[in-house]
């Protein structure tokens, strides 16, 4: 199966990370968003399904390395459902992190491990309908439940930035009262349980598998926590490289990353010529 050479990082960190990776790919993980990373972002988040070539591509890849983890904010069976990354040969030994870590679905036993759902999510959920149409947000936002956090989108308002804006404040306040935090997105704004972020369940998965070299692959701010992990790593010799699936709209994240590929499809692109370097 042909593929696109690999691509030269942009920074000396990221091309060592990449040399490293090749050189010892049996103690390399390669670690992935869903949503903007192997997805394309759709104005329904529950129209998203993985790019039509990220399955074939991790299952070429996934059985030359030591492992590979996706990493997201959504619940983990329903990453697995719109990745389809179930009962795929050579993604035998696949972990979906859901939840930015709450939730693990591993594909030996195909089966979700996650705790009970945060108090403070049940009271968002009852009360944030009233709350939105006090606030006169109802029209321009669309929520999406979850189950243990729950997502305000704004992508689909007349203009979604403006009233991102407007509700920031509000929701940010409604959280406190419930003990939770907002985590923002691409026009999305999510409340959730403290404690739990994409580093932190991606640091708790590498320490657990004594991992080597890490790839790390993501497109919005919710992902800055896990690149802060592999730039922590790096400082204590540890390669890594940073990879971001191209978008204009989170301009932060393609300045910490080592190499910006474009979207999904230049994901899906480097995972097979990543494959193919290793075959």
Same mark, same amino acid.
């Given at each position: 199966? /042909?593929?696109?050479?690999?691509? !030269?990082?942009? !920074?000396?960190?990221?091309?060592? /990370?990449?040399?490293?990776?090749? @050189?010892?790919?049996?103690? @390399? ?18 129209? +998203? ?22 990493? !997201?904010? *959504? ?7 719109? %990745?389809?990354?179930? #009962? ?12 930015? /870590? ?6 030996? @036993? ?12 049940? +009271? ?9 149409e006090r606030i006169g947000a109802w029209r321009g936002a669309w929520v999406e439940d979850k189950g243990r956090a729950i997502a305000i989108h704004t992508r689909r308002a007349e203009d979604p930035q403006a009233a991102y804006e407007a509700l920031s404040g509000p929701l940010t306040e409604l ?9 923002? %997105? ?31 692959? #993501? ?20 390669? #890594? ?5 191209? @978008? ?7 300045? *910490? ?17 990543? +494959?193919?370097?290793?075959?």
């Amino acid at each position: 199966m /042909g593929s696109k050479p690999l691509p !030269t990082p942009v !920074t000396p960190e990221g091309r060592d /990370g990449l040399a490293a990776l090749l @050189s010892d790919p049996a103690h @390399s993980v390669v670690a992935l968003d869903f949503d903007g990373t192997l997805a394309p972002i759709v104005p329904d988040p529950d129209s +998203a399904r993985a790019h039509p070539g990220a399955v074939p591509a991790l299952a070429r890849l996934a059985p030359r390395i030591a492992s590979v983890v996706i990493v !997201t904010g *959504r619940p983990a069976a329903v990453a697995v459902r719109y %990745g389809g990354f179930a #009962g795929v040969p050579g993604l035998e030994h696949l972990v979906v992190l859901g939840m930015y /870590g709450a939730e693990r679905w591993d594909a030996r @036993s195909a089966t979700v491990q996650a705790p009970a759902v945060h108090p403070g999510v049940i +009271a968002v959920r009852a009360e944030l309908p009233g709350f939105l149409e006090r606030i006169g947000a109802w029209r321009g936002a669309w929520v999406e439940d979850k189950g243990r956090a729950i997502a305000i989108h704004t992508r689909r308002a007349e203009d979604p930035q403006a009233a991102y804006e407007a509700l920031s404040g509000p929701l940010t306040e409604l959280a406190d009262r419930h003990d939770l935090i907002v985590e923002p %997105g691409r026009f999305v704004l999510e409340l959730r349980p403290p404690g739990m972020d994409k580093g932190v369940a991606l640091a708790e998965y590498l320490h657990e598998t004594s991992a080597g070299p890490v790839l790390y692959a #993501g497109d919005d701010l919710g992902d800055l926590p896990a690149f802060a992990v592999i730039e922590k790593r790096r400082a204590d010799g540890l390669p #890594g490289l940073l990879v971001c699936s191209g @978008s204009t709209e989170v301009t932060e994240l393609a300045a *910490r990353a080592d190499l910006v590929v474009d979207g999904p499809e230049g994901v899906v692109d480097l995972l097979n010529a990543l +494959a193919d370097a290793l075959s």
